[in-house]
């Protein structure tokens, strides 16, 4: 697997080389993420994301041990990197009560769901005129089978009233890809795809929380943009050729139609060999991007305005802060 993949840009296959091979795992590489939460809010966070790394080890350490670094590396003691369940945890706190580790299980089947979906977004596997196993699409498929279906598992046994939205989250999550995947397809499905990714872990928690209405609608609109500025981030980090969060390149984005580029610049088949040949065009993309990236962390600020003052809050302001700063970076460091 790791010969045939060696060349394959989707952002599984990277995470998991280096998982393999660096005996210390992935935490220690590249732009650290921290939020930085004050003492008395992180000490809330703690007891629930070891939960939530010991669940998700015991789940998938039989099966397929490597995936525990991606999982859980740089991710113990009270400095916390950016993961679904911390948006999860924050969203059950929004009635002031501390994240209950029971739902742990709940943030875990989600992050293990993301992964699996994360395995899957590669293109069809390419036709080869050499006989033997297609190891990356063999690999994609088992992993990210085994991903889906233990988190579904585990909201099967333990929140069995939460089937239903699971499952519907799943299913909107394979129309967007699909749609995506289209030839010749402009819309920016990934755009929807990350947006509708990132908006369940924080309308769930809410939910669980047994928020208002108009709280649950606040926190699933947070999440929604989160996504959305999560997507432009990686747009722009490519763009200035620096490591992305999905550790993929411009070329890798684009390729996987994991892109809001092609959308902006109303260009189907645009390549980022076509892109890096043209200064004016780069430049273009590198403002659309900016400008689309600050309006949805605009629009996710704006979505906490209806949440009262608390650790909730407070994490979340935090969480689209570290999210959106590539799109503070001064343009001298392009």
Known sequence: MLADSSSSENPFFVKGRRAILLPEGIGGLGPQQRLGLQDDTSRLLVPFLLACNEI?????????PFITSLLVSGQSGTNHDLRPAILFAAATMVNGQPPDNEHALVATAIELAMLGALALLGPASQSSEQRGVDWPAATAIMAGDFLLAQAAAIIAHHRPALSGVFAEWLDELTSL????????QVVASGTALFGTMFEFPARVGAQLAGASDDVVGAI???GYHCGITFLHTEDLLALRNKRTRLD?????????????????????????????ADSRATA??????????????????KALTDLPAGHARHVLEKFVAILAAPLSTPKCDD
């Open 284 to 301: 273009d993309a590198l403002d659309l991007t900016g400008v689309a990236g600050a309006e949805a962390r605009t629009a996710a600020e």
């Open 56 to 64: 998700a080890v015991r789940t998938v350490r039989d099966d397929w």
């Open 220 to 222: 699933r609109s947070f």
């Open 248 to 276: 993929t390149t411009l070329q890798g984005l684009l390729e996987l139609r994991l892109s809001a580029l092609p959308a902006l610049l109303d260009d189907s088949g645009l390549t980022a060999t076509a892109l890096s």
């Open 177 to 184: 890809r699909a749609r995506a995947c289209q030839p010749g």
